[in-house]
C-alpha cells in the first residue's frame, strides 16, 4: 500500500537527531574523556597518571592538612600553656626542696610569693606601669620580656650569650611560718654548646648560700651535656657559695675541672662536656653579678626582703 504520511513525488523523509537519539548513558570509549558534566566530573575522569591532576591533588592534601594541623593547634594551645605553667612551677618546687611524688603541685606553689623585680635597682616593681604593660607577678613573661624591645637591652659584654637582657624577671620568695625569709628562686638562662639552658636557682636567706640549681629547658647532648639533669651533679650546688666573705667579697662561684679557689666556691665540671660545663659556669657567674642579681640579692642579705 501506499505510504499515507508521504506526498506523491516526495522521497525518503529526512532523519533528524530526535527521530534516532543518541544513548548518553553509554559510557565513553577508553582513552577518551566525557564531555560536559562540569569541570569536576571532566577532572576525576582525567587519567591518574596526568600531571596537572597529581599537582592539584597534592595542593588539595597539603591544603586539607594544614587546615587540621592549625585547628588542632588552636584547640590545643590553651591546653599547652596550662601544661606549660604547671611544668614551670613543679621545676620551682624542686628547686626549693618542696616537690615530691604525689605532691598537689598548685596547693604547694601557693606559699611562693612571687614578685617581679627591676633588676638594676633590686626593687620590686609590682603593679608598675612600664610603658602601657601593667607588671603583674602573675602574668609576667620572663622570656617575652627579653624580646620586648621596651623591657630589655641589647648587651655588649655577653657571657652568658643570651643577645639582650630583660630589665624586669619574675623572682620567687618562700618564707617561713613566721614570715621570715626562707628561700629566693631567681630564674637564669644562658647558651650551652647547643642550645640555651633554661632553669632556676635557689638561694638560702643568707643570699650568699646555694641551695640548688636546675635547668627545665634544653636540647644539650644526651649523656654528656644534658648530665646538667644528673641528681648527682645538681647535688653538688647544695651548700656552695656565691661570693666570698660570707657575701661581702668578690664573685667566686665557678663550674671547672680544678677550684680556683676553696671548695665552697667550686662544681666539678661534667666529664665530657667542657662546653656545656663552660656554659653554665658563664650563665651563673653573670646572672649572678651586679649585672644580674647581685643588686636583689644584697638586698636579701640586709634583711630588707
Same mark, same amino acid.
Given at each position: 500500500?501506499?505510504?499515507?504520511?508521504?506526498?506523491?513525488?516526495?522521497?525518503?523523509?529526512?532523519?533528524?537527531?530526535?527521530?534516532?537519539?543518541?544513548?548518553?548513558?553509554?559510557?565513553?570509549?577508553?582513552?577518551?574523556?566525557?564531555?560536559?558534566?562540569?569541570?569536576?566530573?571532566?577532572?576525576?575522569?582525567?587519567?591518574?597518571?596526568?600531571?596537572?591532576?597529581?599537582?592539584?591533588?597534592?595542593?588539595?592534601?597539603?591544603?586539607?592538612?594544614?587546615?587540621?594541623?592549625?585547628?588542632?593547634?588552636?584547640?590545643?594551645?590553651?591546653?599547652?600553656?596550662?601544661?606549660?605553667?604547671?611544668?614551670?612551677?613543679?621545676?620551682?618546687?624542686?628547686?626549693?626542696?618542696?616537690?615530691?611524688?604525689?605532691?598537689?603541685?598548685?596547693?604547694?606553689?601557693?606559699?611562693?610569693?612571687?614578685?617581679?623585680?627591676?633588676?638594676?635597682?633590686?626593687?620590686?616593681?609590682?603593679?608598675?606601669?612600664?610603658?602601657?604593660?601593667?607588671?603583674?607577678?602573675?602574668?609576667?613573661?620572663?622570656?617575652?620580656?627579653?624580646?620586648?624591645?621596651?623591657?630589655?637591652?641589647?648587651?655588649?659584654?655577653?657571657?652568658?650569650?643570651?643577645?639582650?637582657?630583660?630589665?624586669?624577671?619574675?623572682?620567687?620568695?618562700?618564707?617561713?611560718?613566721?614570715?621570715?625569709?626562707?628561700?629566693?628562686?631567681?630564674?637564669?638562662?644562658?647558651?650551652?654548646?647547643?642550645?640555651?639552658?633554661?632553669?632556676?636557682?635557689?638561694? &638560702?636567706?643568707?643570699?650568699?648560700?646555694?641551695? #640548688?640549681?636546675?635547668?627545665?629547658?634544653? =636540647?644539650? !647532648? $644526651?649523656?654528656? @651535656?644534658? +648530665?646538667?639533669?644528673?641528681?648527682?651533679?645538681?647535688?653538688?650546688?647544695?651548700?656552695? &657559695?656565691?661570693?666570698?666573705?660570707?657575701?661581702? #667579697?668578690?664573685?667566686?662561684?665557678?663550674? =671547672?675541672? !680544678? $677550684?680556683?679557689? @676553696?671548695? +665552697?666556691?667550686?662544681?666539678?665540671?661534667?666529664?665530657?662536656?667542657?662546653?656545656?660545663?663552660?656554659?653554665?659556669?658563664?650563665?651563673?657567674?653573670?646572672?649572678?653579678?651586679?649585672?644580674?642579681?647581685?643588686?636583689?640579692?644584697?638586698?636579701?642579705?640586709?634583711?630588707?626582703?
Amino acid at each position: 500500500m501506499p505510504d499515507k504520511d508521504k506526498q506523491p513525488g516526495q522521497g525518503e523523509a529526512e532523519f533528524t537527531p530526535e527521530m534516532n537519539p543518541p544513548d548518553r548513558d553509554l559510557p565513553a570509549p577508553e582513552g577518551e574523556l566525557v564531555q560536559g558534566g562540569g569541570f569536576l566530573r571532566r577532572f576525576l575522569d582525567t587519567p591518574a597518571d596526568n600531571t596537572v591532576k597529581t599537582v592539584i591533588v597534592a595542593l588539595g592534601l597539603c591544603l586539607v592538612a594544614s587546615m587540621v594541623v592549625s585547628a588542632a593547634a588552636v584547640s590545643l594551645r590553651p591546653l599547652q600553656e596550662k601544661n606549660a605553667a604547671l611544668d614551670k612551677q613543679v621545676n620551682i618546687l624542686q628547686v626549693a626542696g618542696l616537690y615530691e611524688d604525689g605532691t598537689d603541685v598548685a596547693e604547694a606553689f601557693e606559699q611562693f610569693e612571687p614578685h617581679v623585680l627591676k633588676l638594676e635597682t633590686g626593687e620590686f616593681a609590682d603593679g608598675e606601669n612600664v610603658e602601657g604593660q601593667l607588671l603583674d607577678p602573675l602574668t609576667f613573661d620572663d622570656r617575652a620580656a627579653a624580646e620586648d624591645l621596651t623591657l630589655s637591652a641589647p648587651l655588649d659584654d655577653d657571657p652568658a650569650s643570651i643577645g639582650r637582657q630583660a630589665n624586669y624577671v619574675t623572682v620567687y620568695l618562700l618564707r617561713n611560718a613566721d614570715g621570715s625569709l626562707d628561700k629566693v628562686v631567681l630564674p637564669v638562662y644562658g647558651y650551652g654548646l647547643w642550645s640555651t639552658l633554661y632553669g632556676f636557682m635557689a638561694i &638560702e636567706e643568707d643570699g650568699n648560700t646555694i641551695y #640548688g640549681l636546675q635547668f627545665y629547658e634544653h =636540647a644539650e !647532648t $644526651p649523656g654528656l @651535656g644534658a +648530665e646538667v639533669d644528673n641528681p648527682r651533679w645538681k647535688a653538688l650546688w647544695r651548700g656552695k &657559695e656565691l661570693r666570698t666573705e660570707d657575701g661581702a #667579697g668578690e664573685l667566686a662561684i665557678t663550674v =671547672a675541672k !680544678t $677550684p680556683p679557689q @676553696g671548695q +665552697e666556691y667550686f662544681v666539678d665540671a661534667l666529664s665530657g662536656a667542657t662546653l656545656t660545663s663552660r656554659g653554665v659556669d658563664n650563665l651563673v657567674r653573670f646572672w649572678m653579678s651586679e649585672r644580674g642579681f647581685e643588686p636583689f640579692l644584697e638586698r636579701v642579705r640586709a634583711g630588707d626582703i
